[in-house]
């Protein structure tokens, strides 16, 4: 009787190894869908950021630069709300 209990509890013991191995590879195998969405958020920055640092080459000298800087401040600003 005591060999029996013995192996029982180490087939069940077994048996939840495996299956909290599985629980945590599942949970972990891919990128999350708030990472999706940060990542879809830097993006859409990006592409604002270079749009209007594109607009800026119409300006010369000091107003370009200034331009450069704004459009860089936010582009900054924009990335600090994907957080």
């Known amino acids: 009787m005591n ?10 013991f077994v048996i ?7 629980v945590t590879t599942a949970s972990t195998s891919g990128i999350s869908a708030a990472d999706r969405g940060r ?3 830097k993006r859409r920055c990006e592409e ?3 749009a209007r640092k594109y607009e800026c080459k119409r300006f010369r000298g000091r ?5 450069e800087e704004e459009a860089k401040r936010e582009r900054n600003h ?4 994907c957080r």
């Open 3 to 12: 060999s029996r209990t013995s192996v029982w509890t180490r087939v069940i």
């Open 16 to 22: 939840l190894l495996l299956a909290g191995m599985f």
């Open 39 to 41: 990542d879809r958020c």
């Open 48 to 50: 604002v950021y270079k």
């Open 63 to 67: 107003e370009r630069h200034r331009c």
């Open 78 to 81: 924009c990335k600090d709300h």
